[in-house]
């Protein structure tokens, strides 16, 4: 019905960077907010950064000022611009997806690894 496809995901060096991106296909009459989640070894999921339909961010304290989420609405497409890389940013990355079919669905992508090391 609805399927995110993230890609992006990598190996980096401490204070590189990476872009993640993240496609919505299928069947829905909209999407509304769109974000971006972790989840590290031995962790809870966290949200990294949300973003409205409107290109409203908000992001977790942890990220503020070296993440920037942004959103291509004719391509249905989020992205997460990942700069000044540190190690406690390891982690499994998700994206997720509010959309609007007969119902309110929360779609979660397939997660995308992402190792910060020398």
């Known amino acids: 019905q609805v399927q995110l496809v993230e890609s992006g995901g990598g190996l980096v060096q401490p204070g590189g960077s990476l872009r993640l991106s993240c496609a919505a296909s299928?069947?829905?009459?909209?999407?509304?907010?769109m974000g971006w989640y972790r989840q590290a070894p031995g962790k809870q999921r966290d949200l990294v950064a949300v973003?409205?339909?409107?290109?409203?961010?908000n992001y977790a304290d942890s990220v503020k000022g070296r993440f920037t989420i942004s959103r291509d609405n004719a391509k249905n497409t989020v992205y997460l611009q990942m700069n000044s890389l540190k190690p406690e940013d390891t982690a499994v990355y998700y994206c997720?997806?509010?959309?609007?079919?007969?119902?309110?669905?929360?779609?979660w992508g397939q997660g995308t690894l992402v190792t910060v090391s020398s």
């Open positions: 997720s997806a509010d959309a609007v079919t007969t119902r309110y669905l929360k779609v």
């Open positions: 973003i409205t339909s409107g290109g409203t961010p």
């Open positions: 299928g069947s829905f009459a909209s999407i509304n907010a």
